[in-house]
């Protein structure tokens, strides 16, 4: 069974602020990817940034970056000069091929971005 | 690339009746997944098809659910009798084979048992 804990429920940051994300997880695999989605209010769940299990270089999206720490099951979302637009609900979430490559979220953490 | 879509947006009906939300994938992607949100939690997995299999069901999913993908191209999920506990946002995701794991996801039916 795979596991991912959100342990923010609710985060602010003002624009152009730097914010971190935390999640955790727990998995048997070796092989497995990890995912951040982002929620906007009332609109469709968006891919952010996703990570190889098997590679050690942390992903990068633009002014999003995670810091994947395999030992420690630890998958944290940086989101530098924060903008309005990232107000949403974030999600972290694990995948596997032996997990019949089913998602199993977070319980998410909402973001509002202060000007 | 239109995305996936769902249809419909959103569905209101009075507790017992029947209620069908339709999944259309992005056209080359071959597994499609349904995922159940309730209000402020993470979506959580009902099934999952490959091409027209339906190879996994979760525990969530009771007798009065079912889901087919007849073609293996869009799919169906229907709720019979339901139940005020079946109110929920039903996403719908799909993605390419094994080895791009990425699921994109659709705009979701939002159901509501009156």
């Known amino acids: 069974a795979q596991t991912v804990t959100q342990s923010q429920p609710e985060m602010s940051v003002q624009e152009a602020e730097t914010v971190t994300l935390s999640c955790t997880y727990d998995t048997s695999e070796n092989n497995y990817y990890l995912f951040w989605y982002k929620q906007p209010p009332s609109r469709q769940m968006i891919l952010v940034i996703r990570?190889?299990?098997?590679?050690?270089q942390n992903a990068t999206e633009n002014r999003f970056s995670v810091n994947f720490q395999k030992a420690a099951k630890s998958f944290s979302l940086k989101i530098s000069d924060s903008q309005l637009g990232d107000t949403a609900m974030y999600f972290c979430?694990?995948?596997?091929?032996?997990?019949?490559?089913?998602?199993?979220f977070g319980g998410g953490t909402r973001l509002m971005v202060k000007p | 690339d239109t995305g996936v879509s769902q249809d419909p947006r959103h569905k209101i009906t009075k507790r017992g009746q029947n209620v069908t939300f339709r999944c259309d994938p992005i056209s080359e992607h071959n597994r499609l997944y349904w995922y159940r949100q309730t209000l402020g939690q993470g979506p959580e997995f009902l099934t999952y098809?490959?091409?027209?299999?339906?190879?996994?069901k979760s525990r969530l999913l009771s007798d009065r659910f079912s889901a087919e993908r007849p073609k293996g191209s869009f799919s169906t999920l229907e709720i019979q009798r339901t139940e005020q506990g079946d109110s929920a946002m039903y996403l719908c995701a799909s993605s390419l084979p094994s080895g791009e794991e990425t699921q994109y996801f659709g705009p979701g039916t939002r159901l509501l048992v009156l």
């Open positions: 979430a694990i995948t596997s091929y032996n997990a019949g490559n089913m998602l199993t």
């Open positions: 990570q190889e299990a098997y590679k050690q």
């Open positions: 098809f490959q091409n027209e299999a339906q190879l996994e």
